[in-house]
């Protein structure tokens, strides 16, 4: 579903779902959770962050996004409490199994996803790795700003790429896998949240075309820059999938 952007006093004075959202760029988490309202259908308003501004932060809990609050309810900035509201809000359609094995394997390899030392996250420090040192990756001002954020050790820096080819390929196996015996998706014969996390994460190395995502140029060529080991890992199963979700289930082009 559509939504709107508010003020930062609109969004804290507001009742319903409201979320702050990173302006500008496909963040992974930012845009799995406007993925999970969409399908959803949940009603939302978006604030993007403003780093500056204390009222944004006391009522956010922080200067990050994503953050959803619903009514007077804390806060949220865990993509797996995210995803629960949302499904505890509109529990049709589902986006985790019905049956206890099935919602585990979905939940364990979103984790892989988006947790701290997955997909996400590995590939952000990445970035930031290759930022720092004049290799592509970050402009040296973001790359400063999210390696003190994101506790970024220079001696770990080379890992962070071993990571990210490491879980490409699981995650491109499990497709594959799925595609032999005759689903498109992750899980099953129909959509589900890890589907979108993965969609949304294949942004960070081959961002949707500036038609459908127009994002600030110099993190759009930081996303398309790649090692050998990255590139040679990015199996096309992982793009097709990527366009599947978002032709058929997500909204295009991408609200930033």
Request: negative net charge; aromatic residues 8%; contains cysteine.
């Amino acid at each position: 579903m559509a939504f709107d952007y508010v003020s930062v006093d609109e969004a804290i004075a507001r009742g319903g779902l409201r979320m702050v959202v990173v302006g500008n760029v496909p963040s992974l988490w930012g845009e799995a959770a406007k993925g999970i309202l969409h399908v959803k259908r949940l009603d939302w308003a978006a604030v993007r962050l403003v780093y500056d501004n204390d009222a944004l932060k006391t009522w956010a809990g922080q200067r990050s996004g994503p953050v959803l609050v619903y009514g007077k309810e804390p806060p949220l900035s865990n993509w797996q409490d995210i995803l629960l509201l949302a499904e505890r809000l509109a529990p049709l359609p589902a986006l985790l199994p019905d049956d206890g094995a099935g919602r585990e394997f979905v939940l364990v390899l979103s984790a892989d996803i988006c947790s701290a030392g997955g997909l996400g996250w590995s590939r952000r420090l990445q970035l930031v790795h290759a930022g720092l040192r004049g290799d592509n990756g970050f402009p040296e001002r973001v790359a400063k700003y999210l390696a003190a954020k994101y506790g970024y050790d220079p001696q770990a820096g080379d890992s962070h790429g071993v990571r990210v080819a490491e879980l490409l390929g699981k995650l491109a196996n499990r497709l594959r896998e799925q595609h032999a015996v005759g689903s498109r998706y992750y899980c099953g014969n129909r959509l589900s949240a890890l589907d979108i996390y993965s969609a949304a994460a294949i942004g960070m190395f081959s961002p949707l075309p500036s038609v459908q995502c127009a994002m600030d140029p110099a993190m759009r060529a930081a996303f398309e820059s790649r090692d050998a080991s990255v590139a040679a890992a990015l199996d096309p199963v992982l793009i097709e999938h990527r366009d599947m979700v978002y032709a058929e289930h997500l909204e295009l082009p991408l609200s930033l």
